[in-house]
């Protein structure tokens, strides 16, 4: 009689870690960590004012990809401070329209407006214009030359039909995580 072959099982005292349970650990713990240093970030910004008050954050959160004709892609980090403003930054006459709503920020006075965009069933892209108040001085160090991102482009749909990637990725330079935090905190020479 010939013995059967079988594989050896696991029970829940024993678990069976594969190099993809491995990858989206790290994964996991990657997206924490950025997740607790944007809102430090938010700290830093709260600290010296507002985030409104800080040219690289307005346009890191107003960042469009279709201004460079490849509409529908964004980054991690943009959704991230799109989303953090909405939790941290109050309103006052806030008014809501089709897809989003606008009012003025408590803090400084600055207009926002807010509003998503249904690019595929359930798969938005955000979007966040900040338009500083009359006469309100800048906290953060202006912006030269393109938005810089820190996360991979993603396209916000099923897929990416055209040639967006090749384009998005040319006009907004890659930088290091940590250079990327170090760049939207840079305070205005004084």
């Known amino acids: 009689m010939t013995k059967r072959r079988t594989r050896p099982t696991t029970t829940s005292s024993t678990p069976r870690t594969t190099r993809t349970d491995q990858r989206r650990a790290e994964e996991q713990a990657r997206i924490e960590a950025f997740t607790l240093s944007v809102q430090d970030l938010f700290a830093h910004y709260r600290e010296h004012g507002c985030p409104c008050r800080f040219p690289r954050f307005r346009a890191t959160a107003a960042r469009d990809t279709k201004e460079v004709s490849a509409p ?19 309103l006052r006459d806030r008014v809501g329209f089709s897809g989003g709503h606008e009012g003025d920020c408590v803090a400084c006075g600055s207009h926002v407006r807010r509003w998503g965009d249904e690019l595929f069933r ?41 040639n967006g990637r090749p384009l998005v990725e040319a006009a907004y330079p890659g930088v290091a995580l940590e250079d990327w935090f170090a760049w939207m905190r840079e305070l205005a020479a004084t």
């Open 122 to 162: 359930g798969a938005f892209l955000e979007h966040l214009v900040i338009t500083p108040a009359k006469d309100l001085a800048d906290l953060g160090a202006p912006l030269h030359g393109p938005v810089p991102h820190a996360w991979p482009f993603y396209f916000v749909g099923p897929e990416d039909h055209g």
């Open 72 to 90: 529908g892609f964004t980054t991690f980090e943009h959704q991230a401070v799109v989303t953090l403003f909405d939790e941290k930054v109050p």
